[in-house]
């Protein structure tokens, strides 16, 4: 198990080398080898008896983006010309470090960096790439990476089904959110509810911190396979890697058991086959729909009546997850309609669940909204909105590299959007 914190060290400790000698892609190795495992390397490491260490794991991930940022920064060898998005994304981040300053909310200082952090911290991480200069940027072996270390989740994931055991049972996972985050143990299987169905299904994580993470990671995935392997001419040329990926995504987006995951990943490969102009792949995809609504009706009955509960009561929101998630996002509504400009800092989202005092919650939009009000909101939502029509418009008249990014990008956001 202790491979887990050495693959996060070595990873902070490469991409620090690269960054130091001013190669400020090795940040990558990092984002990809090291961001993964994060929690399962600090939960090692404190099961391990290391607890005096994970402190200093945590920041390690932010310590290298803002050196990353600091960097490009002092090199900068031109001025970078700025387009829309990113004066919308510098208004997003400005407009919610005000609400750490100002007095608004009932939260300290300390609470308020920690919620402002998980709300913007990505603004920096998209101006530490923004003056990445894509020709020195060898896209295709990130993405080869990236695939190769989702590969390796699929393999831990194999190995919890055929243990019918969580891996986070082995890593102290539960004991990780009890001392760091004030979260009991809960659910049949000693971890969190999140980690099983209402109907007792485990769901699985892998490597990742839970199966909604795990479950995000497979969009990432099959947008990273999206844009490898489709061509110029818009087919498809995969190699032996990217076959067992593909099998790989199918296989864990079904055992990670996440309801908005697994829509997402179909109605990506719905845009992708409408964007590439691939008529069999649409085909396919209306067959398959009137194959599984039969496979549903007639046979799950037998086969698996639990997930077939499970199904149904997703379906009818009769689900108790489902019917909790409702609730919160009416209350997080509710909250926006009477507080428009916010209620501040950690009233919502993780600082507020660790005290178990939280309004709304359950979805990042009204989780932003209850925090800092209508207008940040309404600025999160246009830059998905922005980044996924340029990126439509733009596919067509690109070539190479930037083709690829443009067409995982646009997968990726249409996913996580959802």
Not at 33 to 50: D, E, K, M
Request: glycine share 8%; aromatic share 18%; hydrophobic share 50%.
């Amino acid at each position: 198990m202790f491979i887990f914190p050495l693959i996060y060290f070595s990873a902070f400790f490469i991409a620090l080398k690269n960054l130091v000698s001013r190669n400020k892609q090795g940040i990558f190795i990092f984002l990809i080898f090291g961001l993964p495992i994060y929690t399962t390397g600090l939960s090692v490491a404190l099961q391990y008896g290391f607890a005096d260490i994970v402190p200093f794991m945590q920041p390690l991930k932010e310590l290298l983006i803002l050196i990353t940022l600091g960097t490009g920064i002092w090199e900068l060898e031109r001025r970078i010309k700025f387009q829309t998005i990113d004066y919308a994304i510098l208004a997003y981040f400005l407009y919610t470090l005000l609400y750490v300053l100002l007095p608004i909310g009932q939260y300290g200082l300390g609470d308020k960096l920690i919620a402002f952090k998980s709300s913007s911290f990505f603004t920096l991480i998209y101006f530490a790439g923004r003056n990445f200069d894509p020709a020195r940027i060898y896209i295709s072996k990130y993405f080869h990476y990236i695939l190769a270390v989702f590969i390796a989740a699929a393999g831990i994931l194999l190995f919890e089904i055929l243990s019918d055991q969580h891996f986070q049972t082995l890593t102290g996972y539960a004991d990780f959110n009890f001392y760091y985050f004030n979260q009991e143990a809960s659910g049949n299987y000693g971890l969190s509810w999140t980690f099983e169905t209402s109907t007792g299904l485990r769901r699985f994580a892998s490597f990742f911190a839970n199966p909604l993470e795990f479950a995000a990671s497979t969009l990432l995935a099959l947008a990273i396979l999206a844009g490898l392997y489709t061509t110029e001419d818009n087919k498809i040329k995969a190699d032996a890697l990217g076959i067992i990926a593909i099998i790989a995504t199918q296989f864990s987006i079904f055992l990670a058991l996440s309801r908005s995951s697994l829509a997402s990943y179909f109605i990506m490969i719905f845009i992708y086959a409408l964007i590439t102009k691939k008529k069999l792949v649409l085909n396919i995809i209306y067959t398959g729909f009137i194959a599984v609504a039969i496979y549903f009706i007639f046979f799950m009955l037998v086969i698996n009546p639990d997930l077939y509960e499970f199904i149904y009561e997703t379906i009818t929101f009769t689900n108790p997850s489902s019917v909790g998630h409702v609730l919160a996002w009416v209350e997080g509504i509710e909250a926006i309609a009477a507080n428009p400009l916010g209620l501040g800092l950690g009233e919502s989202g993780r600082v507020a669940v660790s005290l178990s005092d939280t309004v709304g919650g359950e979805n990042q939009y009204i989780i932003i909204g209850v925090q800092t009000g209508i207008i940040t909101l309404l600025l999160y939502l246009w830059m998905h909105i922005y980044f996924i029509k340029t990126c439509w418009k733009w596919y067509p008249h690109l070539q190479g590299k930037e083709r690829q990014v443009c067409l995982s990008l646009l997968l990726m956001k249409i996913g996580f959007i959802i």
